[in-house]
């Protein structure tokens, strides 16, 4: 599974461990990543994502899933989320 986030494509980033002395040793930031569920209005159901403590903020910022999608650029969703929208434009497009 790989360390990135479904809504904002957030990853890993490289940085220094730099001592007391200066030294400097390469390191990694990780997102942080958790996995939740969070419910579609429009689908009436919940969705699972695994997505950062920053997206979620944004999430519910944004008034739930359904909002956060209808704004999301494609190129930074994964292809999970992708169908999750897809999903969501058909159902609001029947109703």
């Not at 904002?8 to 996995?35: C, E, I, Q, W, Y």
Request: net charge positive; proline share 3%.
């Amino acid at each position: 599974m790989s360390r990135r986030c479904e809504l904002t494509g957030k990853g890993p980033m490289v940085g220094n461990n730099v001592s007391h002395a200066n030294n400097k040793t390469k390191r990694r930031f990780l997102p942080n990543l958790n996995d939740v569920s969070l419910m579609s209005e429009t689908l009436g159901r919940p969705v699972k994502l695994r997505i950062s403590a920053a997206a979620l903020r944004t999430v519910d910022h944004r008034g739930g899933i359904d909002a956060f999608l209808a704004k999301a650029k494609d190129a930074e969703l994964s292809a999970n989320a992708l169908k999750i929208k897809k999903e969501i434009a058909k159902a609001q497009a029947a109703a």
